[in-house]
């Protein structure tokens, strides 16, 4: 099996889930920030549109003991943007830039020695292109809903789409710096 790799994805085995994070996979999938988990039975992925987020999200899991990247290498946490790849080297994972129906990058990740096959998405995902809103659209086209956490939350009066996007760039490059130093 695989996941879904959509814009920018944090990948973790199940195993490590189940190990380090508290009340195990049931309550990592309570507790993820949207409705983009999915598993594949072996690794599970969370995905964001904006890196900042993801890098957010990261920071979350760290009080649990989960290993960020050392010396560049993701020991337990793999970040992967759908059209670079890995963000950091990732010995225990694969990665496959992959056609969708639609516009915009996506790929599929899985557990390396195993065999890639089918592809494990969140409920009810359907293939769409993924695009990025300037901040200015954004401030302009989408009102202030509430804040989950660190995360705005904003929808468009018009279309009904909701996107979610972290309070400042300060705030996340001070994630960055503190969780990847």
Same mark, same amino acid.
């Given at each position: 099996?695989?996941?879904?790799?959509? @814009?920018?994805?944090?990948?973790?085995?199940? @195993?490590?889930?189940?190990?380090?994070?508290?009340?195990?996979?049931?309550?990592?999938?309570?507790?993820?920030?949207?409705?983009?988990?999915?598993?594949?039975?072996?690794?599970?992925?969370?995905?964001?549109?904006?890196?900042?987020?993801?890098?957010?999200?990261?920071?979350?899991?760290?009080?649990?003991?989960?290993?960020?990247?050392?010396?560049?290498?993701?020991?337990?946490? @793999?970040?992967?943007?759908?059209?670079?790849?890995?963000? #950091?080297?990732?010995?225990?994972?694969?990665?496959?830039?992959?056609?969708?129906?639609?516009?915009?990058?996506?790929?599929? @990740? +899985?557990?390396?020695?195993?065999?890639?096959?089918?592809?494990?998405?969140?409920?009810? +995902?359907?293939?769409?292109?993924?695009?990025?809103?300037?901040?200015?659209?954004?401030?302009?086209?989408?009102? #202030?809903?509430?804040?989950?956490?660190?995360?705005?939350?904003?929808?468009?009066?018009?279309?009904?789409?909701?996107?979610?996007?972290?309070?400042?760039?300060?705030?996340?490059?001070?994630? +960055? +710096?503190?969780?990847?130093?």
């Amino acid at each position: 099996m695989a996941v879904l790799i959509e @814009a920018y994805s944090v990948v973790i085995r199940n @195993a490590t889930v189940e190990h380090r994070h508290p009340g195990g996979m049931d309550e990592y999938r309570r507790r993820c920030p949207n409705g983009t988990f999915c598993t594949d039975g072996r690794v599970c992925r969370v995905g964001f549109m904006d890196p900042r987020d993801a890098i957010l999200f990261i920071g979350t899991l760290l009080p649990y003991g989960f290993l960020p990247p050392d010396g560049g290498e993701a020991a337990e946490i @793999a970040l992967i943007d759908a059209e670079a790849g890995f963000k #950091f080297p990732c010995g225990w994972l694969q990665f496959e830039p992959m056609e969708i129906e639609a516009e915009g990058a996506a790929g599929a @990740a +899985w557990l390396r020695g195993t065999e890639r096959s089918d592809l494990a998405t969140p409920p009810d +995902w359907k293939p769409f292109g993924l695009k990025r809103i300037p901040r200015g659209v954004i401030e302009k086209d989408y009102k #202030f809903v509430g804040m989950q956490g660190e995360v705005e939350v904003r929808r468009n009066p018009r279309t009904g789409d909701t996107i979610y996007s972290v309070k400042s760039k300060a705030d996340a490059r001070k994630q +960055w +710096w503190r969780f990847w130093r």
